[in-house]
């Protein structure tokens, strides 16, 4: 194995690592969080409707609920559509399976000796 190769692999390897242990679990752990204060918000307000203050808070939170799982849908989104904009979608997908066919020059950088004008 060539050092290039093995620093595609340690490459991959992290993303992945990262992708499985940081980010994924924590995007389903603040949907979960956001999804939980508005069902407990409308369980309030059903449970607590005679009394004019509980029925403000179970509103309050199904507002902050609703709000948290907008922005988590919309931050998903935005880096979606970055993703697909500047074309890291290959990346992303050879990230997660370098053995993936293509993704043999996935992680490569350009020669910029060769192409770079400003030298």
Same mark, same amino acid.
């Given at each position: 194995?060539?050092? &290039? &190769?093995?620093?595609?692999?340690?490459?991959?390897?992290?993303?992945?690592?990262?992708?499985?242990?940081?980010?994924?679990? =924590?995007?389903?752990? =603040?949907?979960?969080?956001?999804?939980?204060?508005?069902?407990?918000?409308?369980?309030?307000?059903?449970?607590?409707?005679?009394?004019?203050?509980?029925?403000?808070?179970?509103?309050?939170?199904?507002?902050?609920?609703?709000?948290? =799982?907008?922005?988590?849908?919309?931050?998903? !989104?935005?880096?979606?559509?970055?993703?697909?904009?500047?074309?890291?979608?290959?990346?992303?997908?050879? !990230?997660?399976?370098?053995?993936? !066919?293509?993704?043999?020059?996935?992680?490569?950088?350009?020669?910029?000796?060769?192409?770079?004008?400003?030298?």
């Amino acid at each position: 194995m060539t050092p &290039q &190769q093995k620093a595609v692999a340690e490459a991959s390897s992290f993303v992945d690592k990262l992708n499985n242990v940081i980010l994924f679990p =924590l995007v389903a752990l =603040l949907l979960g969080v956001a999804f939980l204060v508005f069902i407990y918000g409308c369980v309030e307000y059903v449970f607590k409707s005679g009394n004019e203050s509980a029925r403000a808070d179970g509103i309050k939170h199904i507002t902050w609920g609703i709000v948290g =799982l907008v922005v988590m849908v919309t931050a998903w !989104a935005i880096l979606s559509l970055a993703t697909g904009t500047f074309g890291l979608g290959n990346e992303l997908d050879c !990230a997660s399976d370098p053995t993936k !066919a293509g993704c043999s020059n996935a992680f490569n950088l350009p020669d910029t000796k060769v192409n770079n004008p400003y030298k």
